[in-house]
Each structure stands twice: as structure tokens, then as C-alpha cells.
């Protein structure tokens, strides 16, 4: 199934031929799995109902002849908890009794009962429909309370963030960067910080971004063989014995730099292709526009910048969909100097962020404790921790292995499963907790699993995998909720 953009996403002002009654892109993305994995197949994600944040302030300035907007938005429409099984919302929604222990909660807790979380009414108004634009706004001053205080408190600000943040007033941008700890808690750091960061990620690009021939130019600068007058024309042109064997663009030694040119290029090039290949549903990242190309090009500059610092790991597909959540927040913060240095900003984010589960993108390390075949099966364990009939069916009765849905999930951080925007809010959860993303990007797994139980134990192999590949639409707070649940929780 298909699903189109939300509107606020693709803003006419991005698209080289706007239109006022044009219908949301309908075009999806197919995202390569790293190839030096077993394949996975891709479909394209699933769509929720999401409040559209203020449009991006880098285009702002194209505005100037519209009528001022407010900076509140209506009450955020989400989408509905879809189980025609029953009439209230139950986890576990087999209706036999049976051993499965999906979540096990030694306190009094009335939602859950006989192994199974019930979603009774109190809960419901926190994920449901009517959730109110009075919260939004409540939880909107609560950061903004956090963030203007001279010394911010972490654990405060990832309890609130971890419920998702509001898309307006541009706190995303400024919180993710704490989150990451790209800024520092102490507000009288951020200015000179930034300001060295932006300044190595210059010098990043004018050293690593080179090619051979203005290399060979700068060595000519230095090399003296202007300084003597009366040679002038030898002053631009290298005599044959001045080229060095490094310097020779036929030369296959390791320090040649022609040699390491040659090697980057494909790196280069396969960035470039999935580059131009993200989501091409968005006018942010895609067409004509200059906008759109100037997106790209710091998305290349990024990822080029990140392989050639990193000659263990260089540069795996999928990487650009980690990267492109991160730019357009920071590309589309209202603040014009923070919108100015999105692509520095990016860049170190970016690292932080991989630093967490770079493992995963290396090949040698597939079959380690920390390659992503054993993160895989710790998601494994922990269904079978909670929901052992479940477990059972899929891999023992179906034999469907989790590295045949759970391998992309995992690597790309759910941006292939969800919509873009719902992915946004996944992301403030997942960057919110202070051990790093995995943990909590786990229990969203299983999550994920354990809300369809009724329909994968009904399934057999292939309808399944189709299901799991092209995960139905769902609640995402009502997920994230779930997941927030099988934190701690003891099990059977």
C-alpha cells in the first residue's frame, strides 16, 4: 500500500512548479540494505496523521507577500488504534487464555491484567484522538522553561522530549543537539563550541573534499621553483623530473593521492546515487529547485566527509536515511544562524549518533557481540521474554528469521517503516535515552511486533514477511507507549 506525504511536508514552496491544487506525492522511496547483507525487501512505509509544524525558516524570507501566520497550530490529529477484533485496545489481543507473558507487572497496575495491557479509558485520552492542543502547547513550555535556564537539566529534558516534542518554535532543532550532546548543558559554552566545531568541519571540507589537481597546485605553491625570476617560464608547469611518484596520476602506491582518488570515487559515487534517491517524495530532498539541490549537496559533502575520516566503516547504503532526519530539522530551524551551519552541525551529530551502533555497519563484525546480527537477537530474546507464543510461531512454527524485517528496522532506525514525520517523533524517543538510541529502538521493536500478534499468529511464512516489511498503519504514541511499558518489566 502506498502512502502519500503529509502536506505540510512537501511546502509548494520548495517544488519548482507549485501547485495550490495539487494532491499530496504519492511517489515512494525504496531504500537499498546494505549490500553486503543478506537482501531485505523494501516497501515503501506507512502513514499517520501528523500536526504540520511551522514551514522551514529558511525559506521564510520567500514568504514576505503572504499574510502573517500564528505560531500555534491546530490540535494534532492521530491516527487510530485500527483493531476490528475488539472494542477496546488490548496488546495482546488473542482472545484465548494462555501462557503468553507479554509484559508482567509486580505493582498494582490496572492496566495490566493476566499478562495482557489493557487500555482503559484514562489511557486512551493520552493517545487517542482527542488528544488536546492544551498539552501541546504545556509541553511546548516546559521546554522552552528548560532550555532558557543557564544550566540545563539533562534528565529533565529527556523525560519531557522522550513524550515527543512539539513541532513548532523550532525546539527539535536545539533539543536533538543537547539529546546528542553536540551542546553542552551549560548554555555559556554553546557560542564558542559551535564556533570551533563549524570551524574543523571547514577545515574538513577544504582538506578531504580536494581533488589531486588543486592539491598538486597548492604543492606548487610550496615547492619554490618560482623563486627565481629569471625562470619565469617554468613557473607553471612541472618539469617531469619535479613530479613526484605520489604526485603521478598513474601512480598505484598507497600515498598517492591520485591512487586514494580513484578509491573515493566509487565511494563517491554510490553516495551520490542514494543521495538523489532520498525521499524523493519531499521537495526538500528532491527536484530541480535549488533548494533541493543545495540539500543534496550537503548530504554528499556530509557522508563523503564521514568515509573518508572513517576508512574502517567508509560508507554502507542506508546511511544517507540516518542523515536526512537530522538535516532537515537542523536545515529548517527558525534561528538563520543555526539554519546557516545546519551542515556542520549535521556532520557531528551524524557521528554522534553512529557512534552508538557503528558496529552494525561493519561487515567483519556481522557475527561479534556487537555486530548487528547479535543486537538481532537480542530482539529475539526479548519478544520471547514477553510474548513466547508469539515468539514460537514466528520462528519455530513459520521459521520466519528476524534478520528478514528486523535487519532494517534496526540499521536505518525505523525511517523505512514510518512516515517521515511520525518518524520524527519516534526519533525524540529513541534520542532520549541516556544509554543511547538501541535500547530503547528494541523495545519499539517488539513493540511493533507484539500490537499485530492477532494477525502474525493467524499468518503463515509469506504473508508474515509481507506484513512485517510493510508495516500497517498504527498509533504511534500508543506504540511508543507500549515499548515505554516492557522497560523494566520483569517477565515469566
Known sequence: MKKKVPDWLNSSLWSTTPSASSSPSTSTTTTDIFDHHSPTTAFPPTESSIDPPLPPAAIRDEQQKQPPRHHHSPPPQKPEIKDKHSKSSIVN???????????????????????????????????????????????????????????????????????????????????????????????SLWSSELAKKRSQYKQFKEELLMNPSEIARRLEKTTGLNNDDGKSESRCVLSRSDITHGEHPLSLGKSSVWNQFFQDSEIIEQIDRDVKRTHPDLHFFSGDSSYAKSNQEALRNILTIFAKLNPGIRYVQGMNEILAPLFYIFKNDPDEEMAACAEADTFFCFVELLSGFRDHFCQQLDNSVVGIRSTITRLSQLLKEHDEELWRHLEITTKVNPQFYAFRWITLLLTQEFNFADSLHIWDTLLSDPEGPQETLLRVCCAMLILIRRRLLAGDFTSILKLLQNYPPTNISHMLYVANKLHGQPSH
Open 93 to 187: 489481543d488473542d482472545d484465548d487464555n494462555n501462557n503468553n507473558n507479554i509484559i508482567n507487572n509486580n505493582c498494582s497496575d490496572n492496566n495490566i491484567f493476566n499478562n495482557k495491557i489493557i487500555i482503559t479509558s484514562n489511557d486512551i485520552r493520552d493517545v487517542d484522538d482527542n488528544e488536546s492542543f492544551a498539552e501541546d502547547i504545556s509541553k511546548q513550555a516546559l521546554l522552552l522553561t528548560e532550555l532558557s535556564k543557564k544550566v540545563i537539566n539533562m534528565g529533565e529534558l529527556r523525560r519531557i522530549a522522550s513524550q515527543g516534542i512539539p513541532d513548532g518554535a523550532g525546539i527539535r532543532s536545539t533539543v536533538w543537539k543537547l539529546l546528542l550532546g553536540y551542546l553542552a548543558p551549560d548554555r
